[in-house]
Nanobody, 116 residues
Framework: QVQLVESGGGLVQPGGSLRLSCAAS????????MGWYRQAPGKQRELVAR???????NYADSVKGRFTISRDNAKNTVYLQMNSLKPEDTAVYYC??????????WGQGTQVTVSS
């Protein structure tokens, strides 16, 4: 059984920063992609950022230059550093990982609220 456990969400003022973490645990042989998606009320879930096992990253246009994704392969953990947060970044953020040759897993979600 594989689990993704997220942490780091919360309430922050516009212009502030948050760091999300997601640790994968369980019967893991290999992890390919790890990434973050988000879903705002009334909207579809969208990709925020993703990093491959080799370190290649891609970002949604809306977060480029403000968010940074990184991973620690030794800890099976992915991070999302979010700077210059805007109200439109408010959403539930979900960790996602492709583990053990193609199985997709999701975290439980963590709320990020950007408001003054």
């Amino acid at each position: 059984q594989v689990q993704l456990v997220e942490s780091g969400g919360g309430l922050v003022q516009p212009g502030g920063s948050l760091r999300l973490s997601c640790a994968a645990s369980g019967s893991i042989f290999s992890i390919n992609h790890m990434g973050w998606y988000r879903q705002a009320p009334g909207k579809q879930r969208e990709l925020v950022a993703r990093v491959t096992s080799g370190g290649t990253t891609n970002y949604a246009d809306s977060v480029k230059g403000r968010f940074t994704i990184s991973r620690d392969n030794a800890k099976n953990t992915v991070y999302l550093q979010m700077n210059s947060l805007k109200p439109e970044d408010t959403a539930v953020y979900y960790c996602n990982a492709i583990i053990n040759f193609g199985y997709q897993y999701w975290g439980q979600g963590t709320q990020v609220t950007v408001s003054s």
